[in-house]
């Protein structure tokens, strides 16, 4: 999430953080470790992934421990990195309610239809010749291009389901981004797409979704892609353009699947999947070579029993 430009002096300041290293330093952008860019602020609360945190692109880095300070970088040293990250985030983006059935600022374009019964959120762009079916929820912010069509009772753009455990109790890490469907997608029925944590959970253009699919945050699909019904997309996955992914599949979060593949259904896809793959069973692998797998399971009853003899 881009932010103005703001001292990073004043973001210590409103969280509450001690400063190490280029107190001159100007912060342009909120963000998860997977998405910083220069100017961004990200947080790290465990030395496992300390490492990562200090060589990334990010500017300014909020930390529970004193460690060194990269060059032309900036340390904001607090005992809760995740709570502050959390203030920092609802002080530049905060939360926006449903006052209203449409809100007064949401842009729709020409030819574009919205039935009964549709919630939207403020700060929402619908472009031309759409059609958003009865009780859907579009939620603040979502960006929605032309000619898509999103079939009845969808919600897109819900809190992305990342949780931290403190004292017993799950914390919601802050929802403060967005999400971007593109020209021309089909979303069906009682679907939902979480919005990125601080960044875009995009669906690329042409791209078509069956009936209840579940789309998690930062999740980046590309384009012309086909998801059958029941396909279940954990957070920050990226998917390429072309892929097919058949009823009842689970994409691990983080996952990678390259253009052109191809996931069977109620496979589970735990891996990088390179291009033009085709992937079957849990944890997904070749199809041909988990077919000859099944089949050679058949043989083991008539093994074993041999094999006591």
Not at 221 to 230: D, F, K, R, V, Y
Request: with cysteine; aromatic share 6%; proline share 5%.
């Amino acid at each position: 999430m881009k932010i103005p430009a703001t001292p990073v002096k004043e973001i210590a300041v409103l969280c509450n953080a001690k400063l190490l290293g280029n107190e001159n330093l100007m912060v342009t952008g909120i963000n998860e470790i997977h998405r910083v860019e220069t100017g961004d602020i990200a947080f790290v609360d465990h030395p496992k992934y300390y490492g990562k945190a200090l060589n990334s692109a990010a500017s300014a880095i909020l930390i529970d421990s004193k460690v060194d300070c990269p060059e032309n970088k900036c340390l904001l040293i607090h005992p809760e990195p995740f709570n502050a990250f959390n203030q920092i985030s609802k002080h530049f983006s905060p939360p926006k309610i449903f006052e209203c059935d449409i809100a007064p600022d949401v842009q729709i374009g020409y030819g574009t239809v919205i039935m009964p019964g549709v919630k939207i959120g403020s700060g929402v762009k619908i472009g031309s010749h759409c059609h958003i079916f009865p009780n859907v929820v579009i939620y603040p912010n979502t960006e929605i291009g032309n000619d898509v069509i999103i079939y009845a009772g969808s919600v897109i753009g819900s809190d992305a389901f990342y949780f931290k455990n403190q004292s017993g109790k799950h914390i919601p890490l802050y929802s403060c981004g967005k999400v971007i469907i593109e020209d021309g997608v089909r979303i069906g029925a009682n679907c939902t797409i979480d919005r990125g944590v601080t960044a875009v959970t995009r669906i690329g253009k042409n791209t078509i979704l069956d009936n209840l699919i579940h789309i998690g945050h930062d999740v980046e699909i590309g384009e012309s892609c086909l998801l059958a019904a029941q396909v279940g997309v954990a957070g920050c996955v990226v998917i390429g353009n072309q892929v097919k992914i058949w009823g009842q599949a689970g994409i691990n979060s983080n996952t990678v699947i390259e253009d052109g593949a191809v996931i069977y259904a109620q496979s589970g896809v735990t891996g990088h999947i390179a291009k033009g793959s085709v992937i079957f069973g849990t944890p997904g692998g070749d199809a041909r070579e988990k077919m000859k797998e099944l089949s050679a399971l058949k043989y083991l009853p008539e093994i074993v029993r041999n094999g006591k003899k």
